[in-house]
Structure formats: C-alpha cells, structure tokens
C-alpha cells in the first residue's frame, strides 16, 4: 500500500511542472505578441494570436490527457489493491482451515460448519477468476459466441436465481418480478454475463435485507428495456458516468467496505454496446436506490 501512496504522489511533479510551463508560456507568447504589433503592426499580431492559441491548444490537449492518465493510474492502483486482497483473504482463510482440520480433531458439527466456509471462500474466488477472465475476453465473446434467440424473462429469472444462491438470499424474499415475455437476438453467454453482473451488484449494494425489482418492457420501437433497481444508498449524480470506467470504484465509506474490483459494470457496459445496446442509471423517484436500465433490440412474444 505504502508503495501505491508513493507512486501516486510521484504524478504532482510532472502535472505542477506541466502548470507552470503553460502559465509560464502563455505569459511569454503574451509578451511577445504586444512588442510585435508594436513593431510591425496588425499582420504580425494576427500571425502572433493564432500561433499562441494552437500553442495553448497543444498544451491544454496534453494536459487533459495527463489527468486521463493519472486518473487511469490510480483507478489501476486501486485495482491491484483490491485484486491482492481478495485473492489473499479466501487462501488465507481455506489454508487457516485446512491446518486446523489436519493438526486436531474436530466435532462433526464444527466440521461441517468449516466446510460450509471454504466452499464459501472458493465460491469467491471463482467469482473473481471469473470476472479477470471476462475483461480478458470481452471482444472474443462478443464475436465468437453463438447467436441465439432467447427469452429474456427467462434469462432474467435463471441470473436472479443465481446471484442470490451466490449471496446465500432467498429469491422469493429478494426479488420481484415484472416481466413480459420478449425474445434478444444474442450470444447467451453475453446476456447472462450483463445480467448476472447487474444482479449481482444489486443485492451486494443494496439495503439491509436488499430487495430487487426487476421490469422488463417491450417498446413500440422494438427494444426491450429492462429495469434493476434495489434499495441501497444509491449512487451520486456526479459519479454515474464514472462507475462505468474499469477498475473504478466509488469512494464512499460504504463501497469501501464492499468486497470488489471494479470491473462488473465495465464488463456490463462493453457487452451491452457490443449488442447495440445502452445501459443507463437512474435514481428511483421517491424511494433510496439505484435504477439501472438495459436497452437492447428485442420484440415482444406470446
């Protein structure tokens, strides 16, 4: 961690350098285009003030995209900190287990109870795998994977079934459904992946016990818009652009404390585009929350 701290406070010197030496330019270009037009008169002073702005120009483009990288380097940072730790944490705890089932007896019930952990821990574990190898493969999964005609109420119902087995929630007691039944034509390892994620991150997110509703309406246009929302804090207007970017996560108490990496609704919004698609957040009118929607091509069926 110490390391991280140290590599970031590293980028103050070339972004407070890049400052000065455009303040430091445009006061020199400044001066130079007063003693001109002094000098020579109006052409020169025209000629001045053009190569001054693509000069500024210049400088102002590199300096947004100083910013974009430092702000990239520290989403990375963050990243690698979150990987470590939730790579760490499972083998710490499966190997804590494992050397106490060796080196002692343990009662039926206890055993089972540590069991019942580490299958917990590599369940984590896979998920995370899971998640690294999608990033990995996002542009082959998209091109690669088979098209098919899917129903996505039942898509829908499969990943909610799933994303609450995954954080051990009763789905009748979580989630609520307002569906019509409507096809996507689509690869359905990408629908499920985009679902799954969202699901997800619904009930990790959401309130104490989370409750999820889930809608999905067919357009006249022919889309079939689906709508996620939970009961959790909700995410603040300045950041929902944001979320969508890899490796970002919010910088709440709250998400601080949530296991992850940052990757789920960048690997949700890629696969989405690649299905010609739009995802967007909303807040949900009169209620705490986040509302995720899901636009895809799709048509209403019996």
């Known amino acids: 961690m110490a390391s991280v701290l140290r590599s970031r406070s590293t980028l103050h010197l070339p972004i407070t350098l890049s400052v000065v ?14 003693l001109l037009a002094q000098s ?17 120009a ?18 990375q940072a ?9 790579l760490k944490s499972p083998i710490a705890s499966l190997r804590l287990y ?14 089972d109870q540590f069991y019942t952990v580490m299958e917990d821990e590599l369940e984590r574990l896979d998920h995370l795998i ?32 799933a994303a609450c ?15 019509v039944p409507a096809v996507v034509h689509a690869p359905r390892l990408v629908v499920e992946s985009i679902f799954r994620n969202l699901l997800d991150n619904a009930i990790k997110y959401g309130g104490d016990p989370p409750q999820v509703s889930v809608q999905l309406h067919v357009t006249d246009r022919g889309r ?54 739009r995802v967007t957040i909303h807040d949900r009118p009169g209620q705490s929350g986040s509302v995720f929607e899901v636009d895809l091509p799709g048509k209403a069926t019996a």
């Open 58 to 75: 210049g400088l102002s483009f590199y300096m947004v995209m100083m910013i974009k990288e430092v702000r990239l380097n520290q989403r």
């Open 224 to 277: 079939a818009v689906t709508r996620i929302a939970d009961n959790g804090h909700g995410v603040p207007a300045e950041l929902r652009k944001q979320i969508f970017r890899m490796f970002f996560r919010a910088g709440s108490e709250l998400t601080r404390r949530q296991k992850g990496t940052g990757l789920g609704l960048y690997i949700v919004q890629t696969l989405v585009r690649q299905l010609k698609g």
């Open 165 to 179: 087995a995954h954080h051990k929630r009763d789905v009748a007691a979580t989630v609520t459904f307002e569906l």
């Open 78 to 86: 963050n990243f690698v900190d979150s990987v470590t730790h939730e």
């Open 130 to 161: 899971t998640q690294l190898l999608e990033v990995g493969r996002l542009d082959a999964i998209g091109q690669q994977a088979e098209m098919e005609e899917l129903r996505l109420d039942d898509v829908l119902k499969k990943c909610a079934v």
């Open 40 to 56: 020579t008169g109006w052409g020169a002073l025209i000629t001045g003030v053009v190569v001054f702005a693509v000069i500024l």
């Open 21 to 34: 030496l455009m303040v430091l330019n445009a006061t020199l270009m400044v001066c130079w285009i007063v």
């Open 98 to 111: 494992l050397e106490t089932l060796q080196m002692r007896t343990v009662a039926d019930e206890q055993r």
